[in-house]
């Protein structure tokens, strides 16, 4: 092994997180300062707890990083009291959607630092003042304990998404590419804003190009995008939008991938809203991208909850979204969330009417069961319990191939996660 040897950098390599971490080593690897720091990555608990045992008697300090969702909150209870078992040298560090929501509440689990918000810039920091054995509790965007006391080092600025490079060369690690990180809708059921922001921050399209360029010469053909809203991009205040921004992003993107590989936009891992979905945004989609769908966030086919989650569209919004859509030769994948807070059963059976609609029409619905997730509006409330005659109709089309999704699921780990706010007090 090469490079510090003082202290090593440990990323646990979920599924779930290998895109934020591959921000994060990308960033890593692009300062000078930070190249003599070993990385090591493993992708399950049990290759990283045998790992850790493995390198704890190389380094002085082993630096751990664990992003999680509110959803693994268990799994990592148990991954950080194994990590505790096997020795001493290790610092934990939590970052990601569940730890920015409750960082006190990952400290309470056994982590040594927590960082808020999002993680490129808090992280090289600390990774500099560990380098150099310095003081890192004044780095901003930390919790940490100290004498028994929580304390918070206050938030760091927002961050240029074109300071950031989006993967890792060195692991050769790749990815879809972030194009737009903070979202100007306030859905009160959502993380996303109250991690990055309501004002949008784009990544220039000609720094986005430079990195499809690298993508490509690596022989990866199929070209994806990380974005709250695909066809926001580009628009200043993120809810109008700028469509001569989006065809030059598009047109660019095509010159430098011409036929040899393939651009995915409004799909997996992105979206789009229904306000946005017009003939003539959906031309562009046709024109320049490969996809055979596009995923609409509908979320409830009742104006009242519409309304009531600060969504900022309305139920003819979606339905004409999905008509647009089908007239355009593409497939409508329409998500939905059921048990909100405050959801009647009255509103599931509007949704419940609409759904079948959108069925008729030729859409194909993907159902949620609302999470509660901390730091949102909605963090504290319980799922609305689901109507009998809802659970039949998802059942009835998921067995047509008319739904899908893992509402089931959600349905009893909504529960379990209310149960476990309650318990902490959040």
């Not at 010159?255 to 992105?270: A, C, D, L, M, Y």
């Not at 319980?382 to 008319?402: A, E, H, I, Q, V």
Request: glycine share 10%; with cysteine; proline share 5%.
């Amino acid at each position: 092994m090469q490079g510090n040897k003082n202290f090593a950098l440990v990323f646990y390599y979920s599924k779930k997180h290998k895109y934020s971490i591959n921000a994060l080593l990308g960033s890593i690897e692009q300062d000078e300062e930070l190249k003599t720091i070993n990385t090591f990555l493993y992708e399950n608990p049990q290759d990283l707890i045998k790992g850790l045992s493995e390198l704890q008697d190389n380094y002085k300090k082993i630096i751990v990083g664990i992003s999680f969702f509110t959803t693994e909150l268990w799994d990592i209870f148990e991954l950080v009291g194994s990590i505790k078992k096997i020795g001493k040298n290790h610092l934990l560090i939590a970052g990601g959607p569940h730890p920015s929501g409750d960082p006190e509440g990952a400290l309470k689990m056994g982590f040594d630092l927590v960082v808020r918000g999002e993680g490129e810039e808090t992280l090289k920091e600390l990774l500099k003042k560990f380098l150099k054995e310095e003081e890192f509790k004044d780095t901003k965007g930390i919790y940490y304990v100290e004498n028994g006391n929580i304390h918070f080092t206050g938030l760091r600025p927002p961050a240029s998404l074109d300071s950031l490079f989006p993967f890792s060369l060195k692991h050769n690690k790749f990815g879809p590419i972030e194009i737009t990180r903070g979202c100007a809708y306030g859905c009160y059921y959502c993380q996303t804003p109250r991690i990055f922001g309501a004002k949008p921050r784009h990544r220039s399209k000609e720094v986005v190009w430079e990195y499809v360029k690298i993508l490509k010469n690596r022989g990866l053909g199929d070209i994806r995008f990380i974005t709250p809203s695909f066809l926001s991009y580009g628009s200043e205040d993120g809810k109008t939008p700028n469509l001569e921004a989006v065809e030059e992003f598009l047109s660019g993107l095509r010159q430098i991938v011409k036929n040899e590989g393939r651009i995915f936009v409004g799909t997996f891992p992105s979206e789009v809203r229904p306000e946005h979905v017009t003939p003539e945004s959906l031309k562009l989609i046709k024109k320049y991208a490969n996809n055979n769908n596009i995923i609409i966030g509908m979320q409830s086919g009742s104006d009242r909850i519409l309304n009531l989650i600060h969504r900022g569209h309305t139920v003819e919004d979606g339905i004409r979204a999905v008509r647009y859509t089908l007239e355009s030769g593409l497939i409508p994948k329409v998500d939905f969330i059921f048990g909100l807070p405050f959801e009647e059963e009255e509103d599931q059976l509007k949704s419940m009417e609409v759904m079948k609609r959108l069925i008729e029409m030729g859409a194909i619905i993907h159902a949620h069961t609302f999470l509660p997730l901390p730091g949102t509006p909605f963090g504290k409330y319980k799922p609305s319990k689901l109507s009998p005659k809802l659970k039949d109709f998802l059942n009835r089309y998921s067995s047509k191939g008319r739904v899908f999704g893992d509402w089931r699921e959600q349905e009893e780990l909504g529960l379990k996660i209310s149960e476990y706010i309650i318990s902490q007090n959040l």
